[in-house]
């Protein structure tokens, strides 16, 4: 956990997390109610103790991943239970957890708009969608699902797609249950709402028509699950069942198209995204085909995220990040990246930036990286003179990294939505993450040249004690460092093999034993006055565990090694070792750990289940066929149609965080691109670029709000402005792997020959 200069705790784990409850779980104003009282903070206990057992599950998925990794490379022995363990589990996990999300807060919203209403505005708001969105969305996706686990229990149901075939009963118990959770404590924050109202007419009215609403409810419900419990003829004429099937005489193509007019607007409201998007799904799924297959369509998608593989990562993905932090590393890194370019200006730009491209591998997490880089390095910049613009946009701009450089967990989302390998992804975000980190890099290099007093050299007393020869150590250790994790990428590539027995195992270790005994050598016997400086050891010891774990983790996802879950379960089990190693591990930060996971993992996978849900109900309707044949008759180029989703996206990108944006936008674009033979691999990559524009650009600009939070004393309109400098880099990087398509697809071509 990092801390301010205040000593106060810094929750980073929260970059996607509109606004964390505070307070205990359970705590209630003391004016409200005493029956409300009891109620909400029941439901709170209830919910709270769910997610602290619930968070437990992660452990036997790493286990799971670890042991399966063991006996299949090291004794030849694959299991058949895994795999089947670790989807089931992490699918549980985020169902049962949405009840606690609730209740800590932490359910993404749009609410740059919502955060500037007065709390009474904001309790009306929340009030009115609780019960227009909420309640009924809830109360169908409760009883279907119900009836989806009871049938599976009754067939004693089977996963078909694995040689274990495990019962799928107990798996997705997990769901009614968790909706029914959702439900509960949908019902404590109506109150909280209410309570916020304030006493007058407005919540007098509200307890009046509180009655009516649950009787029309009621009969909404009845009638959709029991088409003939009442008799609509007998009041609205023959041939009307009730339902919403057919009403106004849209065709289903636009009825899609208001869908998504709809969505935009509501989504900015403030309501938590996901409830949102299953209610309109409800809705206009039931306008255009029919309640009760809309009702199925939902739980049929919920289930699907539940066993889908590849998005048990994503928890994995989350705890190695913040254990990684937890460790210290990236402040040692930090400190030693300093000294070491102590004499040159703009040092301190460029050890921000080298560390948090390191960081950005080893984590994936943006909110961690711009929070820690500005706790680490804000403070010295200011003492060093640096100008707070150009730091500000190096700090906001290399946490952002974390998004594009693997094992991105924005990659780990994007790659079933557009059935692409991972692994593509991967390899394909690479080469764009280093010359993004290049072009920032030389960005502030050249500032610095061009104005010195931008970047001061360190005082001669703040530099570190060196040999006289301190160039010569850092080309040779720069030289010997690349040509080690060269040899290490050769011997993964098997370019190694077979020149003697056990050449790729042999050459790597031989290097690092030079390396090691030459060392030794050269500081015991100083020739010429010639030494490495002791500020060498903190750089390795800062660099070297972080990049070794990159490596072991995306490298055995890239060489087909190990699946991307399995290699997220090494990564996160390497960071928990780490994390011992370095003395940084206790239990309760260790519970800690899978508590922040549990939070961001059920914000990230609910809302790719509502996601897909609601990009069903609009597939269903066929208006991605009919905005496909709009846009092709047209007759414009790929080029250009390209250029309008990228500024499209691009747009979208400064109200909208990076989820909502590929779970909801880009589904809705890949009908389009498969018609104009676009490489999806290539548009992943263009996107996920693009998407580095939602931390950079205001409104939204979360990264600006993380940098105020731990510098508060630096304008945050001085944030704004550094953080707009690099976003035009930013967008220079993206025309350059847009008119350049190689940068990103090279390496997968030349790792498994994708074309």
Known sequence: MAQNEDGMELDISDELIAERRAGDPGDTPEDMHPLMRLIVGNIDILNNWVGKLTCLMLVPVIAAMIYEVVARKVF????DWAYDTSRMFSGAMFMLGAGYALMRGVHIRADFLFRNWSPRTQAMVDGALYLLFYFPAMLFFFWVSYEYTYKAWVSWERSMDTALMAPLAPARTAMPVGVFLLLLQGIAEFFRAYHQLGKGKL?????????LYVIVLAAIFCNSLFPDFFNFEMIFGDGYD???KGVGGLSNEMIGVLMIAVMLLAIFVGFPISFTLIFLGFVFGAWGFGGKLVFYLQTLQFNNVMLEQTLAAVPLFV???IMMEQAGLMERLFTSVQLMLSRTRGALYLAVLFVSTIFAAATGIVGASVTILGIMAAKTMNKSGYDVRLAAGTITAGGTLGILIPPSIMLVVMGPVLEVPVTDLFSAAI?????????YAGYSLIRCWINPSLGPILPPEEQPKTSPYYWLESVIVIASIV???TLIVMAFSGSLAGIFPFSSLIIPLAWMAIMFFGSRWIRDNKPAGFYFSDLWYEFFMGLVPPSALVAFALGSILF????????????AFGALVLTLAYRKLTVGKFYDALIKTLEISVLILFLVAASNFFGSVFSRLGTPTMLTEFLLAWDLSPTMVLIIVMALIFLLGWPLEWVPIVLIIVPILIPVLVKLDVNLTWFGILVAVNLQTAWLSPPVALSAY???GVVPEWDLKDIYYGMMQFMVIQMIGLILIFVFPEIALWLPEYIYGNK
């Open 203 to 211: 919540q007098t009215w509200v307890m009046r028509l509180l009655p």
């Open 431 to 439: 080469i764009p993450g280093i010359m993004l980190a290049a072009m």
């Open 560 to 571: 087909g090694w190990a699946t991307p879950t399995e290699g997220a379960g090494c990564g």
């Open 76 to 79: 030849i022995a694959p299991t």
């Open 319 to 321: 705890f190695m990040g």
């Open 242 to 244: 009730g339902s919403l």
């Open 706 to 708: 993380f940098l105020k």
């Open 483 to 485: 040509l080690f994790f």
